[in-house]
């Protein structure tokens, strides 16, 4: 794999993205440079020691998984621009356990990197985490992007290493937005009654199926696929990518896009991991995790578009609720589910501050495309 300039990369994120790259680009190689060879305060990677490093995730090893897709790039970014000197073990499948466990790897020290933590999976070390579960509050990836990549998102990524001895280094969509399948269609309030739906065990998305006249059912994904095909529950969210990996297609008939969630994957690392680091080091694991959320971003979009096409393929009807639908699910779940968040969160400016940025970041956003 080529190393990219820094204008390569700046023009692969878009100005939307610059925030992702911003402090990223010490070590990306310049017009005229040899990538690798120089590096900071006039050192070079010559000079440096061999080491290894293990990044663990959950997926198998598909191209349809953001979290491989973004461990390979890591991966390969890091080794090309050393020629091996700094080694990236890949451990794939979850063979270092669940995602929680991974993380708690990293906390502990015994593992150096992860890729594709939610927030869900994080909200127990950092319950701050927990704002990514205001229902509707982001009306487009791009909208969560933008505050996760500027000052919003730095603050709480950093408020996140100091609470855990974790940093983020990069972060992506979980496929967008999670939505509703069930094996009947679901296409007014009144069709939520009395439904049995797999969730995870987020209490505050528990709140939301429980706000709809529904009953949340927290069931191992692993389980998930035989619940649906046994008739154990009658639905579940996930977004539109997920469940093509998990084969849902195959064991339920309809899907509800009501994106009421954002889920966010992350990549991160021990701090004391990256802090022993070698400074070269350090730059290039920023850089090559930089790389790698594009990777990832990009995969995602592009299962977004195809997801629900091939979901549609597969005799699977994909509902679009109107904006009415849209307004009753929003008002029946947004207020009691950020009441819970504003009781779990260690201080509930986290939540105030999150819809000022949202709010910037629209403000922004339309600004760009005027531009």
């Known amino acids: 794999m080529a190393r990219i300039s820094r204008r390569q990369l700046l023009g692969a994120v878009g100005a939307g993205g610059v925030g992702l790259v911003a402090g990223c680009t010490d070590l990306i190689a310049g017009e005229d440079d040899e990538a690798g060879e120089t590096g900071l305060d006039g050192g070079t990677l010559d000079e440096l020691p061999e080491i290894s490093a293990t990044i663990g995730y959950d997926a198998a090893e598909s191209r349809t998984a953001e979290s491989h897709v973004a461990a390979v790039a890591f991966q390969e970014y890091v080794e090309d621009a050393t020629d091996g000197q700094f080694d990236i073990e890949l451990a ?51 909208l969560a992007t933008h505050v996760l990549d500027h000052e919003y998102g730095e ?147 592009a299962i977004r578009e195809t997801g629900r096409e091939y979901m549609e393929e597969q005799g699977v009807e994909v509902y679009d609720p109107s904006e009415e639908f849209l307004e009753e699910l929003r008002n029946a779940t947004q207020d009691p589910v950020e009441d819970i968040i504003r009781e779990e969160v260690e201080d509930e400016s986290w939540v105030d501050d999150l819809y000022d940025a949202v709010e910037e970041s629209r403000v922004q956003l339309a600004e760009e495309e005027l531009s």
């Open 155 to 301: 603050r709480l990524f950093e408020d996140f290493r100091e609470s855990t001895g974790m940093r983020i280094i990069g972060h992506w969509d979980n496929g967008g937005f999670r939505s509703f399948s069930f094996n009947q269609e679901v296409t007014s309030m009144e069709d939520f009654e009395g439904l049995d739906i797999r969730m995870q065990e987020i209490e505050s998305h528990n709140e939301l199926v429980r706000q709809l006249g529904a009953n949340p059912t927290p069931i191992d994904w692993g389980e998930t696929y035989t619940a649906l095909d046994q008739g154990v529950v009658d639905g579940h969210d996930n977004a539109i990518p997920t469940m093509l990996m998990g084969d849902i297609h195959e064991v339920q008939e309809f899907i509800l896009m009501s994106q009421h969630f954002y889920s966010a994957g992350h990549m991160l690392c021990g701090d004391d991991w990256y802090q022993d680091l070698e400074p070269l080091y350090q730059s290039l694991v920023r850089e090559a995790s930089t790389f790698a959320s594009l990777e990832a971003r990009r995969q995602t979009a």
């Open 92 to 142: 794939s499948g979850g063979s270092l356990g669940s995602d929680s466990e991974m993380a708690e790897q990293i906390q502990d020290g015994t593992l150096e990197l992860q890729s594709g933590a939610s927030e869900g999976h994080l909200g127990p070390f950092y319950p701050n985490f927990n704002v990514y579960a205001i229902p509707f509050i982001f009306e487009s990836v791009e």
